[in-house]
């Protein structure tokens, strides 16, 4: 079946500009996860929902970056004002409750 | 704070070895561990899940290790392929709210010679 898709796979926006980035999870899953990797380094837990209700976003660097999931499945992750400090590759997952995480191919955001 | 520790940073072994790459963790009340492999440029694919009960898993030959009270794990990789050279990550759940929030290790480059 289908697995996690991503969109767009690449971004460059020019600082100050805001971006959505998008994921469609596995069908049926309950949980999705949001991560953040900086090169060389593992992913970095930003936040995550189960159905539409965000539980945790303990994670987000600031309150430029927010995220939803209004019907359960679609979710978009939102960074408003970007810095180039945000340059990164965002990832997102989805699973099961409390089971094996499976990850989408990432948006390579790029900021200028 | 969950800390991930991966040792070695990179490794690299001639074909044909078996090999050990070792994940840490701080705090040992976790949920489950899994270890991914990743491809440069490519996305994350899982290889094994550990739940917080068990001990090992194994997937053809991988086999994934766990030592909940001296906070370890290990991934067992027998008879090494060049096909086998990528990023190992291990990445520790812990559990809020029925979710699993994964902490990722720096990861294990791996290179298989021919």
């Known amino acids: 079946g289908a697995g996690v898709s991503q969109s767009p796979r690449y971004k460059v926006t020019k600082r100050g500009q805001d971006v959505a980035l998008r994921c469609d999870p596995i069908?049926?899953?309950?949980?999705l996860y949001w991560y953040r990797q900086a090169l060389g380094q593992g992913p970095e837990f930003l936040t995550y929902?189960?159905?539409?209700?965000?539980?945790?976003k303990s994670g987000l660097p600031n309150d430029r970056f927010s995220a939803e999931r209004p019907e359960g499945s679609i979710s978009t992750l939102t960074i408003q004002r970007t810095e180039q400090r945000d340059s990164a590759m965002y990832r997102c997952?989805?699973?099961?409750?409390?089971?094996?995480?499976?990850f989408g191919p990432g948006t390579r955001l790029t900021v200028t | 704070k969950q800390e991930v520790t991966q040792i070695p940073a990179a490794l690299s072994v001639p074909e044909g070895e078996n090999l050990v790459l070792n994940c840490s963790f701080t705090?040992?009340?976790?949920?489950?561990l899994q270890w991914f492999r990743q491809d440069p440029g490519k996305g994350l694919t899982s290889l094994l899940l550990?739940?917080?009960?068990?001990r090992e898993q194994t997937s053809g030959r991988l086999n994934a290790s766990l030592d909940k009270s001296s906070g370890r794990s290990t991934l067992y990789i027998a008879a090494s392929q060049p096909g086998d050279s990528a990023t190992y990550l291990c990445?520790?759940?812990?559990?809020?709210?029925?979710?699993?929030?994964?902490?990722f290790g720096g990861g294990t480059r791996l290179m298989v010679k021919p």
């Open positions: 929902f189960n159905y539409e209700a965000q539980q945790d």
């Open positions: 997952a989805s699973s099961p409750p409390g089971r094996e995480q499976y």
């Open positions: 550990i739940q917080s009960s068990q």
């Open positions: 990445a520790v759940g812990a559990s809020n709210n029925a979710g699993n929030m994964l902490t």
């Open positions: 705090d040992s009340a976790i949920y489950n």
């Open positions: 069908s049926g899953h309950v949980s």
